[in-house]
């Protein structure tokens, strides 16, 4: 009902619609409205999702007005859960579905995307979804909800932003059993067909949109995420953000509370439950820190300690992957992860394995009794999967500890009367000011120091009163303009080092990013009229 009654007359709705004519912000008070009637989460995806089918300009309205509140629903944790009940929510498709038996023929497909101007690509193969493993076809929330992020966070137009979903088959036998799921119903096809698919899958994305595309991978096993990364990221514009995207991050709060400890990161020694992508790329991004500060890398390797479902990493245990193999330490075996955190001492301890309750009670107090002030992140998603709560952390270290979670906790207050804002260390910080200053300035190749100088800069942007109060990053509140000063400093360093291609370079850079930010603002739809003079709009005739 925002078009104006001229905008009716000329699109040949007038009637249509109510005789009423109201902005946008009423629009907004109807939407918020509808929403707090809502009964659970679940429900409330279910609407904005629904709201964003409808009327996008109003969807991401909402979101701006209040992403704080809003990014735990579109976002983990709920995201989690909305894409376990895929089948159950599902209305209408969103973003592009190609699968195994599409080889060949996936340029076709990528033809049928309406729109022609995309600029990045968010895509999964959903066989692990957050730490919820292999939900297939229902992991496409992934992407969609990823991608919202890009416009709402970052201010990328919707209409550059391609969800895709590989789908493969899952290995999910309840799923392969569900009368209500959207995908192929065998198991996963893995080896050269599967190899042959992402293949064609990257030179089609490239030949369509060009190869400056953002390519951004997303829940993909680690059996595949580490050698598709190191596979494509010298010939694509690509990057893995369970791996870097985490891994910024995580080093962005650990660069934080560096100015809590009064120490360098060379001076830490680290301990993760998990060894997967996530801890593999936080592992390596410390490591380039550590240098960076003078530490020889193989000194920087002997300070990350890692633990996986089999016990601690150590030379000489069988069947460790490459990766794994660069964090194995001459160490007597250990099974248990208390007993690692005892023996070690470390000065932080970092939770990625989604093992929920991880950091029991005993690796808290024994934290908190050799550290001063103990780093305890407990990374794993949804909320369910914590490794502990920022309750536990707070309360069990009195208020010592130095905390941040994967997914967002409320805050803290303790007996003694101080209160303590968790500081929840969100992918969403990263993915949405990267894409945009790679974009930008059509980077073609993304470098692990694109993301350790995107860390660096999101540390800078906490202030000493965020520090104080226990958030180791800025507001969700202001992440709107933290992503734009982080595209900002990418696009400086990637001009720095050769490897923007956008020419000529801007010289107002954060001028240049705010031009292309999208705008929630309705579009005119009132045709351009206007008259001719008189004379010139007569009509000739003649007599037969």
Known sequence: MAFTLEERLQLGIHGLLPPCFISQDVQLLRVLKNYDMKRDDLDRYVFLMGLQDRNEK??????????????P??????????????????????GLFITIHDRGHIASLLQNWPEKGVKAVCVTDGERILGLGDLGCYGMGIPVGKLALYTACGGMPPQQCLPVMLDVGTDNEVLLQDPLYIGLRHRRVRGQAYDDLLDEF??????????DCLIQFEDFANINAFRLLSKYRNTYCTFNDDIQGTAAVAVAGLLAALRITKCKMCDHTIVFQGAGEAAMGIADLIVMAMEKEGLAQEEALKKIWMVDSKGLIVKGRDHLTHEKERFAHEHPQ??????VVRELKPTAIIGVAAVAGAFTEQIIRDMASFNERPIIFALSNPTSKAECTAE???TLTEGRGIFASGSPFDPVTLPDGRTFYPGQGNNAYIFPSVGLGITACTVRHITEEVFLTAAEALAQLVTEKDLAEGRLYPPLSSIREVSLN?????????????LATLRPEPTDKAAYVRSLSYSTDYDEFVVDSYRWPQDSMTVQTCKL
């Open 486 to 498: 982080l595209a900002v400093t990418i696009m400086e360093y990637a001009y720095e080092h050769n």
């Open 58 to 71: 109003l969807f991401y309205r909402v979101l701006t007005t209040d992403i704080e509140r809003f990014m």
């Open 392 to 394: 536990q952390c707070y």
């Open 334 to 339: 250990m099974k248990k992860l208390e007993d």
């Open 73 to 94: 629903i579109i976002y983990t944790p709920t995201v989690g859960l909305a894409c376990q009940q895929y089948g159950l929510i599902f209305r209408r498709p969103r």
């Open 202 to 211: 990257m030179k089609a994305v490239a030949d369509r949109f060009g190869m």
